[in-house]
């Protein structure tokens, strides 16, 4: 079994209709790098109605245990 790591996952989500993108910095628990960024797409293309092509991922870093308890 695979053990869960803490991302941060830092990117923005640019809609047609807004004047500037939103961005964020969100902390997810996966099991792998590519895990996290499709959670990532997930949510916040639920909570905004955003596609895929709209959310753009800018960092995806892996945190230290310690800093995720």
Known sequence: MSKVKTFRVTGEVRK???FEPMRFSKE?????????VEKIFAEMGSRHRAKRNQIEIFKVEELEEEASV
Do not use: D
Request: a positive charge; charged letters at 25%.
């Open 16 to 18: 047609p209709m807004q």
């Open 28 to 36: 997810i628990a996966a099991a792998k790098r590519e895990h996290a």
